[in-house]
């Protein structure tokens, strides 16, 4: 019998009549097809990733099976952003399942020339494209994935209704084969196991055993068919990980058994095989219930702290961003995001939408035109009426972008990592130590022992401890105004021994100080020039003094030619009249020292006056302080002036380091200087003018107060009003590391005891099957309670 020929793109036998091209043998012409294209372009490293990686292609030609991505209304629905050059799409391809598939779907750019960008999410395998719509249609890139073999999964339906993860019905349909299986198997085996098995003839005992060989093959290859393939790639892909042990016990019993059948030495195991995939499959249907149970992805997104400004005839409230309701109409200052997709209702608006494109260029847009969630507001506060709901999940996508993914794992994370991988490798060597012993000590007991080993031994919960218990903490710190960009986070909140604090609008609240004016006195039609001016900037300063005039809020002022300076100040042309506000060297004023923050006002070029901003720390501050100081290094950092110093001081008495009057520039200096000396830095800042010195930083925490604004740069988001329980999230990140350390010495235990008995021959396949998912159920449940504990009483004890 000659040998099959494997295709050289798929790996699929090429039968009597393969395609030959370019001395490479083809199963069809759909993979020739694809080979050529790839080859075409030079994207030869696809094959150098992994041998045969590709995907099967039906045809390359598929005519009108795409056409309905023409109708613009089913275009709308897909289509997440869209402007005069660009369009991103999020596709769904099932087809995705290894390196190459990730690297070729990477480099669409390289095939396709209009594809601008494309970023591969490997667990939930979906592919974000940026796109020129212009110069590519949604149909045609849907096609160019389809003739690649990576064809998109579209459901209209799940689109309107969310996406949401179906059930496995496949897993209760095998579980249900399975039990059948293994519930027969043992009633044919029972002959066996009575008293007086020799009243039985022979030849009924060898059918009932030939039986149950015909019994278990389904159970083997249908119900176990996803262990099998998993441990078939381990050994193809040279990877190794718990399904190959699983993999190989489930083939040692079977070929055991079939050779004890068919020599008529014995009469297998076949029920131990069955019970065996019956009680694994049970397992992992009970793992799925409790980890669904327990998502908490879906869980801490709910937690996004942000609010948006919302606007009606009369006045301008302050809304939590998940109660954003189609039909509202909200106002977006400078340097905001714009949560959801709505239309513009201002004359014109300048967005730059970097964060969704990854290409920095303001783009102006008219009243009636659509804006979308991620843009950023450049200058004029404008009005936006929402169209669409917001979607938690794309605002979390835009902080977690590629541009700001973490390099380096946490030492804790690497140590896990590099155990997961060689654990089982050491338990594949204890499996044939065993089997060795046992076949010179007691022959009968070698397979047996060897499979209990293979099956008992678990580094489930090496894998499952870190996530769920970050994971739980992560939702439990969001529920408490603390929100986390990614689990790492924890640990490295932990490692932190340097405190780092940008003074203006983080040690600061502005909202509740004083505010007094001192000039030229004010006309009330001047008031609510300054306050629409005012109104279109974050600054904590500006939100002071806007607040300070809330009674001259008038909807119908328009603001023109909106400039803000850094550490400067704000301007704008307010009906015909330009008016600046901001310090005294851009306003053109004469000033002395003052214990109270300054803010100067200037119309038509005349200095009217200035509004003093009291000085009013944040609640909790001396607190906070007191903890501190004697265990960490404290650095305050401002790009104002000293005259918060005597109070600062008075506060941090000691083991405090003070530095005035930086720019941006120089705070990411000063945050880069401390690492270089080995500190771990914890900065806090409110993300305006640190956004840079946020990212140096080990942790980058953003302190959010009614702002719809934030950095991508910072690694959480800290609520306001929870300034005062930093230090006790500190520690509570500390007490999350430390459960799950005692978690791995539980599951270390559970392991040695476990193999302790499989060695000696004391624990059936069986039995391991039942114990392994137990373990791993019971390792999760002990890292959620404990957290659950351990962060509630912290927050209570702390006050919340």
């Known amino acids: 019998m000659s040998d099959k020929i494997k295709c050289f793109h798929c790996g699929d036998d090429c039968g009597k009549y393969p395609v030959f091209y ?27 990733l992994e041998s045969t990686p590709g995907i099967k ?36 391809i099932p087809a995705i399942h290894c390196s190459s598939c990730i690297w070729l779907l990477e480099n669409l750019n390289r095939i396709q020339p209009a594809v601008i960008q494309s970023q591969v999410n490997f667990t939930t395998k979906e592919t974000v494209i940026l796109f020129e719509h212009q110069r590519i249609s949604l149909r045609q890139l849907v096609e160019l994935l389809d003739s690649l073999g990576y064809t998109p999964h579209i459901s209209l339906e799940s689109i309107s209704k969310g996406k949401s993860k179906p059930y496995n019905k496949m897993l209760l349909i095998k579980i249900g084969v399975a039990g059948f299986a293994f519930g027969n198997i043992m009633l044919f085996s029972m002959p066996y196991y009575i008293p007086g098995k020799e009243l039985i003839e022979e030849p009924f005992r060898n059918f009932f055993t030939w039986l149950n060989l015909v019994l278990s093959l389904p159970v083997l290859f249908f119900c176990g068919f996803d262990y099998l393939r998993a441990g078939l790639k381990n050994l193809y892909y040279r990877f190794i990980d718990i399904n190959l042990p699983i993999a190989i016990g489930m083939l040692a019993i079977f070929v055991q058994s079939v050779y004890e059948t068919i020599s008529q030495t014995g009469h297998g195991y076949y029920d131990s095989l069955s019970g065996l995939i019956f009680f694994l499959l049970i397992g992992k249907w009970y793992q799925d ?20 400004l919302k606007s009606d005839s009369s006045a301008e409230n302050y809304i939590p961003v998940e109660k954003l309701a189609i039909g509202d109409l909200i106002i977006i200052r400078n340097q905001e ?12 608006a300048m967005v730059d939408y ?26 004029n506060a404008v009005k936006v009426l929402i169209n669409k709901e917001v979607q938690q999940s794309r605002l979390t996508e835009l902080w977690n972008r590629e541009d700001y993914k973490y390099t380096d794992r946490p030492p804790f994370i690497r140590l896990i990592d590099k155990v997961s991988r060689h654990f089982t490798v050491i338990v594949l060597a204890i499996a044939v130590l065993t089997a060795v012993y046992w076949l010179f000590v007691n022959p009968s007991l070698a397979i047996r022992a060897a499979t209990a080993v293979l099956i008992v031994a678990c580094p489930c919960a090496l894998a499952l401890s870190i996530p769920f218990g970050f994971g739980n903490s992560m939702r439990l710190f969001g529920k408490a105004g603390f929100f986390l960009k990614k689990s790492e986070v924890i640990e490295k ?57 809330k009674e001259y809020y008038h909807p119908d002022i328009q603001v023109d030619d909106f400039k803000e300076i850094i550490s400067s100040g704000i301007s704008g042309r307010v009906e015909t009249h330009k008016i600046l506000v901001g310090s005294a060297a851009f306003t053109g004023a004469e000033t002395s020292f003052s214990e ?8 038509d070029q005349q200095v009217k006056g ?17 903890e501190l100081i004697p265990a960490f290094h404290i650095h305050i950092i401002s790009g104002d002036n000293e005259h918060e110093l005597p109070q600062l001081k008075k506060i941090f008495t000691e083991n405090t380091h003070f530095a005035f009057h930086l720019s941006p520039v120089q705070k990411l200096e000063y945050i880069r200087k401390l690492q270089s000396e080995g500190k771990k830095v914890l900065m806090v800042g409110d993300g305006l003018n640190d956004a840079g010195a946020l990212r140096e930083s080990h942790v980058g925490i953003s302190i959010a107060d009614k702002v719809f604004h934030f950095s991508p740069a910072c690694d959480a988001i800290l609520e306001g009003n929870q300034f005062n329980k930093l230090l006790h999230f500190k520690r509570l990140s500390s007490k999350t590391l430390a459960v799950i350390r005692y978690s791995l010495l539980i599951s270390f235990f559970y392991n040695m005891a476990g193999l302790y008995f499989a060695v000696r021959g004391m624990l059936s396949p069986v039995i391991a099957a039942v114990l392994m998912p137990a373990s791993s159920v019971t390792v999760v449940a002990f890292v959620v309670f404990m957290t659950n504990v351990i962060v509630k009483r912290g927050l209570e004890k702390s006050g919340k």
């Open 493 to 549: 909140i932990h490692q932190c021994d340097t405190f780092v604090f940008d003074k203006t609008g983080t040690l600061t609240d502005t909202s509740e100080g004083e505010v007094v004016y001192e000039g030229d006195e004010l006309k009330d039609e001047e008031k609510k020039w300054i306050h629409a001016l005012v109104r279109s900037s974050v600054h904590p300063l500006s939100r002071a003094i806007a607040f300070y005039l």
């Open 57 to 92: 292609t039906e045809s390359i030609v598929q005519n009108e099976k795409f056409a309905y991505l023409d109708v613009e209304e089913i275009k709308k629905q897909l289509i997440e952003f869209q402007d005069d050059t660009y369009s991103k799409v999020s596709l769904n």
């Open 289 to 308: 219930k409790t980890y669904r149970a327990l998502s908490f992805e879906r869980d801490y997104k709910s937690y996004f702290p942000a609010a948006v």
């Open 610 to 626: 200035k509004f003093r901003v009291g000085v009013k720390f944040r609640n909790g501050l001396k607190e906070l302080a007191a």
């Open 22 to 48: 370019d001395d490479k043998n083809f199963c069809c012409h759909g993979c020739k097809t694809v080979y050529d294209i790839l080859k075409g372009n030079k994207l030869y490293k696809y094959y150098e």
């Open 596 to 603: 109270n923050a300054e803010v100067w006002i200037s119309i």
């Open 337 to 348: 995001l714009i949560p959801a997709d709505g239309q513009l209702q201002s004359e014109n």
């Open 354 to 379: 970097s964060f969704v494109t990854g290409e920095s260029k303001p783009v102006l847009i008219s009243m009636g035109q659509q804006l979308f969630a991620g843009g950023k507001i450049i200058g």
